[in-house]
């Protein structure tokens, strides 16, 4: 038997397993006093009959809104579509609505006082995923110490607290991965067009590039400074050809300012990869479509966005005890420009 609309009722499931419609109303709100057997019993009538809980009712009970927000800044609105927030966002409102919970997108426009915190502490929602940019600085100054769960998909130019809970790619692992890539394919006089400090993956990928180097007995190659556009990497790459007109690899730290590099070289009459081998760094669109298509390194930034929210739902029914700073692993994607 089902109700009238069709679903499953609690009813249904406890009379599936064999239990009281008490027991099985205990089990599925995740208290732990049942007898582990009869839990057993009605977890698989529940999957069997593919209940749902009620969210609403749920919410009046426990005093809970099951809602979770999910804050990307308001400068990337026209970029939700593209993958450094359009694919968190992806990920994360994926997992929350597999969990039953109803994501709610906020957008930060960088005021101080934002009128995110008194809503974000005011019960409507139960914990945050944020997705952070180079402008959310103070967004993130203004989160600290708020009575709910976040978790941040990035990390900040500020220091980190202890408490802070973050999930960002290996940008340092990934950028050893790009430079090995350049010095196993035979090149020596490498250069590499880095962004600006003090933005973290900026530092980051700078010193993998400079370990690595060092791990093969290379001195640091010259570097330029971009600002992960194309036009600042075209302009480094004039600047770096006038400093080091040799250089026989590139490590850009984005893939916009790899394609932009590689059109001054172009302009130069140096092919790539015949005269200088590219490798960038976020395999966006840009990277496959770019002439010659572009080695570049991958941030799995859906995945991050899924593991941030997973962190959110484990972190409403108990505090979080995992890794507080997770890094999702990056890999080389090789195509043609090594």
């Given at each position: 038997m089902t109700s009238a609309t069709g679903r499953p009722t609690l009813l249904d499931v406890a009379r599936a397993a064999g239990v009281s419609r008490a027991t099985a109303s205990r089990v599925l709100a995740g208290q732990t006093t049942v007898d582990p057997e009869l839990a057993d019993r009605v977890q698989m009538a529940a999957r069997r009959l593919n209940y749902r809980t009620n969210t609403a009712a749920r919410a009046l009970r426990s005093g809970a809104s099951s809602s979770v927000a999910v804050i990307a800044p308001n400068s990337e609105l026209e970029g939700l579509a593209g993958p450094f927030v359009g694919a968190p966002l992806r990920?994360?409102?994926?997992?929350?609505?597999?969990?039953?919970?109803?994501p709610v997108l906020l957008l930060d426009d960088g005021q101080e006082p934002s009128p995110l915190v008194p809503y974000l502490t005011s019960g409507h929602v139960d914990g945050a995923v944020?997705?952070?940019?180079?402008?959310s600085e103070t967004l993130f100054r203004q989160l600290r110490g708020l009575p709910i769960p976040i978790v941040y998909v990035g990390h900040p130019?500020?220091?980190?607290?202890?408490e802070d809970t973050l999930v960002d790619s290996d940008n340092y692992g990934g950028a050893r991965l790009a430079t090995r890539a350049l010095l196993e394919?035979?090149?020596r006089r490498i250069a590499t067009i880095a962004?600006?400090?003090?933005?973290?993956?900026?530092?980051?990928?700078?010193?993998?590039?400079?370990?690595?180097?060092?791990?093969?007995?290379?001195?640091?190659?010259?570097?330029?400074?971009?600002?992960?556009?194309?036009?600042?990497?075209?302009?480094?790459?004039?600047?770096?050809?006038?400093?080091?007109?040799?250089?026989?690899?590139?490590?850009?730290?984005?893939?916009?300012?790899?394609?932009?590099?590689?059109?001054v070289?172009?302009?130069?009459?140096?092919?790539?990869?015949?005269?200088v081998s590219v490798v960038g760094f976020d395999d966006t669109v840009v990277a496959a479509t770019a002439d010659p298509p572009l080695t570049s390194v991958h941030q799995p930034l859906q995945?991050?966005?899924?593991?941030?929210?997973?962190?959110?739902v484990r972190s409403l029914g108990a505090p979080i005890t995992e890794p507080r700073h997770v890094l999702a692993e990056t890999r080389l994607v090789v195509r043609e420009s090594v």
């Open positions: 990920g994360a409102t994926t997992t929350l609505l597999e969990q039953s919970l109803l944020v997705i952070l940019q180079r402008e130019t500020t220091e980190l607290a202890e394919a035979g090149r962004g600006r400090d003090p933005y973290l993956p900026a530092l980051e990928r700078l010193r993998g590039f400079i370990d690595e180097l060092e791990a093969w007995g290379l001195p640091p190659g010259p570097v330029a400074r971009g600002d992960f556009t194309m036009a600042s990497g075209s302009a480094a790459m004039a600047q770096l050809l006038r400093r080091s007109p040799d250089v026989d690899g590139l490590f850009a730290q984005s893939d916009l300012m790899a394609v932009g590099a590689m059109r070289l172009s302009a130069s009459g140096r092919q790539v990869p015949t005269d995945e991050m966005g899924s593991i941030a929210a997973g962190l959110v």
